[in-house]
């Protein structure tokens, strides 16, 4: 994959990130117009990043202990911090 390739990718996955799940599908359609290799490889981002987070959520909801949930939390925190 290209730089340009990835660029192109990273932007419209940022931009999807940026609408409501409901908005998402008219965008990606907009954007990717009759590129549904571009489109797919953002659908693929948007799962593992819809995944990722419900996974650490899921973790969080198990650990009883006080100090590692905030541990986890400075970690999400963190990580939605450096998306920007």
């Given at each position: 994959m290209t730089p340009e390739r990835w660029a192109q990718i990273r932007q419209i996955f940022d931009g999807a990130l940026e609408r409501s799940e409901v908005d998402r599908a008219a965008y990606l359609r907009v954007v990717c117009a009759r590129d549904d290799e571009l489109r797919r490889e953002v659908e693929s981002l948007l799962f593992l990043d819809s995944s990722?987070?419900?996974?650490?959520?899921?973790?969080?909801?198990?650990?009883?202990?006080?100090?590692?949930?905030?541990?986890?939390?400075?970690?999400?925190?963190?990580?939605?911090?450096?998306?920007?």
């Open positions: 990722f987070s419900l996974r650490l959520l899921r973790a969080y909801s198990k650990i009883k202990d006080q100090t590692v949930q905030r541990q986890l939390v400075s970690l999400m925190e963190s990580i939605a911090a450096n998306e920007d």
